[in-house]
């Protein structure tokens, strides 16, 4: 999945429970019990199941209806039970249970049911049930969220429609049904539901049968599934289009799009464009999809997005593009989130990670593989270039002392909610994966991975099973490599310096330490085996030179002249950062620049920046070097150069301060983005149509361009009545530029569009355009329309976090964080969490911070994941309070000196 978003839970209402709700406690896996034995009534397990009785089978029944707050259900489990017991515990959250009852040895036995806190039920018997087969049946009813996206889930569309949907990952179908809320857990499903006879219901397998039943109702019964661990069960109900769109891959298999009444139009692109992404996959893998049909359910938000098997869950904004607005972005993201949602049913579904301290699995791999697909479907795309700015942010969190392993062990649903961070378990860990790939070749890691896959099919899969599979076809020990990246956190830091002699061959000396920015508290003893190809050249042309750099210092003897520079990070495979002296950094610039690739210059220009945070090079260096950057650069080079652009933070400068800095942005992009325009023209390339949309931005908003400034005014005055006045490739640009200078008249128009748009794409630049006025009473308003209702806050996430960046408006944002963070958090799910506590970090000094620590830290616990979010903002902080220290003099020394 893509960054999903997580609700916070309420207690339990276990029927039989006494008393008030219990709060988390979490005990580490080493004390978990192992036997019956050691579990009591009164005593629930802590955060993993015991395992002497396991599913092999469930039957699912339920009672839906979308318009309703609740729903009831009845569930069967087949158990292999290894010892006698007389209490069998599963995951229950928010369930009221009637009656339960076991089957065991021709015996049926009357269950009691046991209060488990927040996230277990127990299910007590008079007499033992096991060893052997036992079947547990359990009804109960549970509640929908309206709310969130938390277990099943509804929404209304703006025909007055109700629709419900599941989202269960990682730990969210013990919302919807007690189980076995564990991914080791994968066994067949049996699904039935009983639904109004005009509405569509769909699971995971094929529909069975459908039977009309009394009442307006019908029974819908599925064929049984796949082995599925729980969080892979997806169902949606309601009135929905069900469009076909033929045959999906190379094998034949069924494909429709399931989406609210009368948006069926809308799919175009996606049924043109989703069969290529089932080929492309099955291609790769050299074998057939999976699973026996792909319905494409179109999900209300971006963040339900969900690799269920038959059943992929794909959000509105991504999938549901009008055919006039068919733009170049729009078709890539669909695109590449369908093409890594797609690719789960090979990572994560055929092959499941056994336990979430092995995500990356999952995340990292798919994320890695989106990439291949991103190739195939689109190479002028140039996606391997894009994906860089995603290892660069990984980077950045890596860095910091507070920063989580890939593979990072789990102690609490803390844990598990924050094996999703994008930064490091999908780019830190896909960016590891593609270093190994191209370490050992392209053509024998494929080998590998179709090796992988197959030997174990429908099973579940720990990172020793993958080293294990990877060290056979890489012929080398590689496992001790690849743990030391996902098995530790931080990164390391290479340098390569020439050693020449009149006597000796030249040689290149190599050095790793970990990368630590000023004011680190992190371990700077730390190593890793790391897979290090250089470029360099020579009079003769460029050189390349390969090794595994397993200590700290190592010297390779190279053939013929001694190098004019290097590059130690040939074609940016590598994830490691590279260091340079002023002196040697210059040099690559200046001498080698035009013999660098695309990829190796944005390595480049981001190792700049790093170099920045690190005090190896000032801010004020960095600037200067731009130009020469710069220089015939295409978009992805320029896209880069933004990473050292806003190395200097602009709510922080005086207001003589902020001209020169614009003057400095207008004078680097100015001249590009009036060439450019603001409409596509005929001959322009997929990258020149992306850059005249972020070239817009950055020079309309950080060069505070008067002439953009006034024609994006002019442009959204018109949209209002015509939608076709603005081009929809720089819609989003066009309204955040005008919002930015806009006034009391804008501000009411934008407000009365978000309030009548039935589109969620369009709703989605109008609340952000909406966050991005700098007039500070416009920003209060806007950030009214949270705490009202007339925004919900789990769409309104880009209208506070555009709040926190404008020097105006930052201060009110701030505020009004801290004024309502209790009532704000409760509905806050995943990343909307997380930008709640970003306002701890927005100011840079160290007043604030010192105020944040003592706010923040105890309402952090109100977020799910929140305490280790929070660690990571408030180190940033720390380290951004260093760096201004470091840099504030040299800065304003070269913004005076902008002419």
């Keep these: 999945m893509k960054n999903r978003s997580i609700a916070l839970a309420a207690c339990a209402l276990i029927a039989t429970a006494v008393g008030a709700c219990q709060s988390k406690t979490v005990a580490p896996a080493s004390v978990y019990p192992t036997s019956s034995k050691a579990i009591l009534p009164g005593a629930p397990p802590a955060l993993r199941l015991p395992d002497y009785a396991r599913p092999l089978r469930y039957d699912l029944d339920l009672t839906l209806d979308p318009s309703k707050e609740g729903f009831s259900g009845v569930i069967g489990i087949d158990l292999s039970v290894r010892e006698a017991t007389q209490i069998v515990w599963l995951n229950a959250r928010n369930l009221r249970i009637r009656e339960a009852k076991a089957v065991f040895s021709g015996q049926t036995e009357t269950a009691r049911v046991i209060p488990g806190g927040d996230d277990f039920v127990g299910f007590a018997f008079d007499r033992p049930i096991g060893p052997g087969a036992a079947r547990l049946t359990v009804a109960y009813e549970a509640h929908v969220d309206d709310k969130g996206q938390t277990g099943l889930y509804r929404v ?84 929905f289009d069900v469009i076909d769109a033929g045959t999906a891959g190379n094998h034949g298999t069924p494909l429709r799009f399931v989406v609210p009444k009368g948006r069926g139009a809308e799919t175009r692109y996606a049924k043109e464009i989703t069969p290529k992404l089932v080929g492309i996959l099955e291609d790769y893998f050299d074998m057939p999809y999976p699973y026996g049909k792909l319905d494409v359910a179109v999900v209300p938000r971006y963040d339900g997005t969900m690799e269920h098997p038959g059943l992929v869950a794909v959000g509105q904004p991504l999938t549901l593009i009008k055919p006039d607005e068919e733009t170049p972005a729009r078709k890539q993201e669909y695109w590449n989130i369908a093409g890594h949602e797609l690719g789960h049913y090979w990572f ?111 099973k579940n899969a720990t990172t020793e099973d993958f080293l294990s599979v990877f060290g056979a076809e890489a012929g080398q020990d590689v496992a001790t490599a690849f743990k030391s990246f996902i098995d530790q956190s931080g990164l390391p830091m290479v340098t390569a310096e020439p050693i020449c002699g009149k006597d000796s061959p030249p040689q290149l000396l190599l050095t790793q330490s970990r990368y630590m920015p000023i004011g680190s508290t992190a371990n700077p003893d730390q190593r890793w085996d790391v897979p290090v190809c250089a470029k360099y050249g020579t009079s003769k042309g460029t050189e390349r030179v390969c090794t595994l750099l397993k200590t700290p210092r190592a010297a390779l003897t190279l053939e013929g002249e001694c190098p004019d520079w290097v590059m130690p990070n040939e074609h940016a495979t590598g994830y490691y950062r590279t260091g340079y002296t002023a002196e040697a950094l210059s040099k690559l610039v200046k001498k080698a620049w035009p013999q660098l690739d695309a990829g190796e210059k944005i390595a480049l220009i981001s190792d700049t920046a790093a170099l920045t945070h690190n005090g190896m090079l000032g801010v004020d260096e960095a600037l200067a070097l731009l130009p020469a950057m710069l220089k015939d650069a295409d978009r992805h080079t320029i896209e880069a150069s933004f990473e050292i652009v806003d190395q200097v933070r602009r709510t922080d400068l005086r207001p003589e301060q902020a001209a020169q800095y614009a003057k400095y942005v207008r004078g680097l992009y100015g001249a590009k983005v009036k060439a450019l325009g603001w409409v596509p023209r005929s001959g322009d390339d997929t990258d020149t149509r992306f850059l005249r949309s972020s070239l817009l931005q950055k020079v309309g908003m950080a060069g505070d361009d008067p002439a953009i400034r006034k024609k994006a005014r002019e442009l959204v005055s018109k949209w209002f009545t015509d939608h076709k006045a603005i081009d929809p490739e720089v819609l989003e640009a066009t309204m ?3 919002a930015n200078a806009g006034d009391r008249d804008l501000w009411n128009r934008l407000r009365q ?99 944040n620590v003592r706010f923040f830290t105890e309402r952090a616990k109100q977020i799910e994941g929140g305490p280790q979010m929070l660690e990571n903002i408030l180190e940033k902080d720390s380290l951004c309070i260093a760096r201004r220290e470091k840099n504030d003099s040299g800065i304003a020394a070269f913004l005076k000196s902008v002419r």
């Design 736 to 738: 955040v530029i005008a």
């Design 156 to 239: 209304k569309e703006n025909t007055g429609d109700w629709y419900l949907y599941s989202e269960f990952e990682p730990i969210d179908a013990r919302h919807a049904f007690p189980c076995f809320d564990e991914p080791s857990y994968k066994v067949p499903w049996k699904l039935t539901f009983h639904v109004k006879k005009e509405h569509v219901a769909l699971a995971n397998a094929k529909v069975q049968s459908e039977t009309p039943a009394p009442d307006g109702m019908k029974t819908v019964v599925f064929e049984e599934s796949k082995p599925l661990p729980s969080y892979l069960v997806a169902l949606v109900v309601g009135p």
């Design 753 to 851: 569009a978000a309030r009548e748009t039935h589109d969620r794409n369009d709703r989605s630049i109008l609340v952000h355009a909406l966050g991005s006025f700098r007039d500070p009473a416009l920003i209060k308003e806007s950030l009214g329309l949270l705490t009202s209702g007339e925004i919900e806050v789990r769409d309104g996430h880009e209208l506070l976090e555009s709040a926190f960046y404008e020097r105006g408006a930052r201060d009110e944002a701030y505020t009004f964080v801290r004024e309502n963070f209790d009532k704000l958090a409760p509905h806050t799910p995943g990343r909307v969490g997380a930008i709640l506590l970003r306002a701890a970090a927005v100011h840079c000094d160290k007043p604030h911070h010192d105020e």
């Design 348 to 458: 994560g579904d055929y092959v499941t990670l056994a336990w979430w301290d092995d995500t990356y699995l999952n995340e990292a791999f798919t994320t890695w593989l989106d990439l291949k697909v991103a190739q195939a479907v689109d190479p002028s795309s140039n996606f391997e270039l894009v994906r860089l700015r995603g290892r660069s942010r990984a980077m950045s969190t890596d860095s910091l002392a507070s920063s989580k392993r890939v593979r990072q062990p789990i102690a609490s649903n803390d844990d598990m909610l924050n094996a999703f961070v994008a930064d490091i378990t999908y780019f830190k860990g896909s960016s590891v994966i593609r270093m190994f790939e191209n370490f050992v070749g392209r053509e024998k890691f494929q080998k590998m991975i179709r090796r992988y896959v197959r030997e174990l099919a429908w």
